[in-house]
Nanobody, 118 residues
């Protein structure tokens, strides 16, 4: 089974930055996309960013220009650089893997908490 382990969450002030990491136990090329999702208290889970095996990326409108998803294939690691953080970004952030045949993830990490104070 594939295991995803996130790290890098924490507490920051508005305008600050964090970098999240997701280490994948195995070859990340078995997946069409790697993605970052988040869930705030009382809200549904939403996609934040996704990156394909060739490096193509998509972002939620709410984070465009502030967040950057990237990957290091040699380390089987996916990153989410978060700049200009806002209180609205407060959530648990999850790493996920999307198989080639599907449009949604079937592997999830445990999540890492990001809290942004005003």
């Amino acid at each position: 089974q594939v295991q995803l382990v996130e790290s890098g969450g924490g507490l920051v002030q508005a305008g600050g930055s964090l970098r999240l990491s997701c280490v994948v136990s195995g070859d990340i090329f078995r997946f069409k996309f790697m993605g970052w999702y988040r869930r705030a208290p009382g809200n549904q889970r939403e996609v934040v960013a996704r990156i394909s095996s060739d490096g193509s990326t998509i972002y939620a409108d709410s984070v465009k220009g502030r967040f950057t998803i990237s990957r290091n294939n040699a380390k089987n690691t996916v990153y989410l650089q978060m700049n200009s953080l806002k209180p609205e970004d407060t959530a648990v952030y999850f790493c996920a893997a999307i198989p080639w045949a599907l449009s949604s993830p079937n592997y999830w990490g445990q999540g890492t908490q990001v809290t942004v104070s005003s």
